[in-house]
Structures are given as structure tokens and as C-alpha cells.
T-cell receptor, first 114, second 114 residues
Framework: GEQVEQLPSILRVQEGSSASINCTYE??????FPWYKQEPGENPKLIID?????ERKQTQGLIVLLDKKAKRFSLHITDTQPGDSAMYFC?????????????FGRGTRLQVYA | GPKVLQIPSHQIIDMGQMVTLNCDPV?????FYWYKQILGQQMEFLVNFYNGKVMEKSKLFKDQFSVERPDGSYFTLKIQPTALEDSAVYFC????????????FGEGSRLIVV
């Protein structure tokens, strides 16, 4: 199976600054790493993902980095806004799996204050 | 974006009763999943389903759980009988293809067993 560790569990940042969330995984065969944002009472929504053939991906103020050697991947939110406040979950899948079972980290509660 | 619909959004039932949670996946998707999320925690994989069969299930998928998708109808999760520890939000997800493909989550069904 796969285990995903995610830190920090809570992150408070001032509006306009950047926020970073880090995850590690155990199964070196995992090859797909999505990030989901979940607001209270809502479903998790995919915000960005990265596959093992890339080391960096950027879209709309989000940057994800993947270090396969260290089995570590991270999400960086630049220029945070109050609307970025939510729970963020990293996940990993792939490897020997046939079907796309995702293993999630425990989540990071991001709070952006003015 | 693609939408996964779940019915009911919430249900309260007595311990020992049966409950069926319904999911209408994205129309052209072939892989279906159930995840369980206890308040404040991450989503945990229960089961995935493809071509009419369970492909993988976790240890959380107890003998009291079953899934099916009769032709052209909902993908369902049935719990019979329910136990107090089954109280959680159950998220259905679907993906177009298998490992490494994006999972789209429904809004969740909040189950409270009393």
C-alpha cells in the first residue's frame, strides 16, 4: 500500500504572503500526485496535480514540486488571498495499482488573515 | 467541470438499520470509488469498482458494506446493518480511466447513525 504524511496540520499566513505544504510518500512506484482543496461542508476539488515525469508544475498562483529521490512533494501558494483559506489534501497513487486509488494525507488547514 | 451527484446529502438512521447511498458518476467515466471522511480527518479509501466488479477494497470496507451499479442506474454503497462508527461523510468519486487519472468527487453524503 501507500502511506502519505502531510505537514503542517495548521498554517496561518498573512494575506499576500506565500504558503507551503509538504508531503512525503513511501511507495517509490507511486507516479501521480494530486492536490485537493476542500472548503467546509463541500467536496474536495482538484486544484493541481503532478506526475512522476515532471519535477515542477505551475498554474495560477500554485506551484507543485516533486522530488522522487526523497519521495517528497510540495504545494506552494504564492500571494495568498482570504479565499485560499480551506483544507488542503495531498494524495498519491499509481505504482502497481490498476485502478486509481488515492491515498490522502491528513490535510492542512490554511488560514489567510488580513 | 465534471459533476458527480450524490443522494441523499444527509441521512440520520438508527443503528442496525440498512442505508443505501447513491451516486451518479460523470457520464463517460468508467471507474468509481467510495471514500469515507470522519469530521476533521482525511478521506480514506473504501473501494473501487470497474466493469461491474470490485477491483480493490480497504480494511475499512467491512463485510456489512456492499457496492453495485446495475445497468444504467446509480453506483450505490449499501451498509447493512449500520453501526455507530459508520457515522461519517461518504464521498463518491469517478474517473475516466484507471491509475493516474483525475478523480472527481461528489458533494458527499453525511450519514449519522444513532
Amino acid at each position: 500500500g501507500e502511506q502519505v504524511e502531510q505537514l503542517p496540520s495548521i498554517l496561518r499566513v498573512q494575506e499576500g504572503s506565500s504558503a507551503s505544504i509538504n508531503c512525503t510518500y513511501e511507495n517509490s512506484a507511486s507516479n501521480y500526485f494530486p492536490w485537493y482543496k476542500q472548503e467546509p461542508g463541500e467536496n474536495p476539488k482538484l486544484i493541481i496535480d503532478i506526475r512522476s515525469n515532471m519535477e515542477r508544475k505551475q498554474t495560477q498562483g500554485l506551484i507543485v514540486l516533486l522530488d522522487k529521490k526523497a519521495k517528497r512533494f510540495s504545494l506552494h501558494i504564492t500571494d495568498t488571498q482570504p479565499g485560499d483559506s480551506a483544507m488542503y489534501f495531498c494524495a498519491a497513487s499509481g505504482g502497481t495499482q490498476v485502478v486509481g486509488q488515492l491515498t490522502f494525507g491528513r490535510g492542512t488547514r490554511l488560514q489567510v488573515y488580513a | 467541470g465534471p459533476k458527480v451527484l450524490q443522494i441523499p446529502s444527509h441521512q440520520i438512521i438508527d443503528m442496525g438499520q440498512m442505508v443505501t447511498l447513491n451516486c451518479d458518476p460523470v457520464s463517460n467515466h468508467l471507474y468509481f470509488y467510495w471514500y469515507k471522511q470522519i469530521l476533521g480527518q482525511q478521506m480514506e479509501f473504501l473501494v473501487n469498482f470497474y466493469n461491474g466488479k470490485v477491483m480493490e477494497k480497504s480494511k475499512l470496507f467491512k463485510d456489512q458494506f456492499s457496492v453495485e451499479r446495475p445497468d444504467g442506474s446509480y453506483f450505490t454503497l449499501k451498509i447493512q446493518p449500520t453501526a455507530l462508527e459508520d457515522s461519517a461523510v461518504y464521498f463518491c468519486a469517478s474517473s475516466l480511466a484507471g491509475a493516474g487519472n483525475t478523480l472527481y468527487f461528489g458533494e458527499g453524503s453525511r450519514l449519522i447513525v444513532v
